[in-house]
């Protein structure tokens, strides 16, 4: 069963930042919050993953709000290619995830 | 380095056929997953194996699905007697040998129709 909670649909512009929200509030103190993507007929995608800090990489950043409860995946310019679902996943101590039915991102050109 | 790599890509069984779907892992990784999508859903875990080993099977069907991950080859989910509530894409994904993998790789999946 999925552990967080992520709103259906969103859009944005192209050339927008997109700020993606998750809400985890049964988060355990050991659990991971792995955001990935999934374009039409393909396998997923790893985006970004974090504990406690913020994080930055070359796809995305991710916030992780101080009680960790919730989080928001950060893509700073959204282009036609970001169009996905976007999934946040929690990871146990077992390396197993959780998929919700995630995020569907249009991205208006 | 290859990606994870799945085959079939597509499949199609009649009803009371058995389906074998094929996983070859990301070089240097010994852990597979099986994950099962049905239209317009999330992934749903299945299983979890190492080399030889099946470490969390609770995501699995009680009946009629069953998967290994052989010393020497791929891994291989199998399932018997399929009926056309099992049509869904798999998607298997590896991680390397470490207590703390971060990152799970996917496969572009096998996508199961039963007749």
């Known amino acids: 069963d999925a552990k967080t909670t992520q709103p259906n649909s969103m859009e944005s512009n192209e050339e927008e930042p997109v700020h993606l929200p998750c809400n985890h509030s049964t988060i355990s103190g050991t659990d991971y919050i792995h955001w990935y993507r999934q374009l039409p007929s393909q396998g997923p995608e790893y985006v970004i993953h974090g504990l406690t800090s913020n994080v930055n990489n070359r796809m995305a950043s991710l916030a992780i709000a101080e009680d960790r409860k919730s989080s928001t995946l950060i893509l700073h310019r959204a282009t036609l290619r970001d169009a996905a679902v976007y999934y946040c996943i929690l990871r146990d101590g077992l390396n197993q995830f959780y998929f919700g039915t995630g995020t569907s991102l249009t991205v208006i050109p | 380095n290859a990606g994870v790599m799945q085959n079939p890509r597509h499949l199609v069984r009649r009803r009371g056929q058995e389906a074998r779907l094929r996983c070859s892992p990301m070089?240097?990784?010994?852990?597979v997953y099986w994950y099962r999508q049905l239209p317009e859903e999330g992934l749903k875990f299945m299983v979890y194996l190492q080399k030889e080993n099946i470490i969390d099977e609770s995501g699995m069907p009680k009946e009629r699905f069953s998967a290994e991950f052989p010393k020497e080859g791929p891994s291989i989910l199998r399932i018997q007697q399929v009926v056309r509530g099992d049509s869904a894409a798999y998607f298997c994904?590896?991680?390397?040998?470490?207590?703390?993998?971060?990152?799970?790789?996917f496969g572009p999946g096998t996508r199961l129709t039963v007749t």
């Open positions: 070089k240097g990784h010994s852990h």
């Open positions: 994904a590896s991680s390397p040998p470490t207590r703390t993998a971060y990152e799970q790789y």
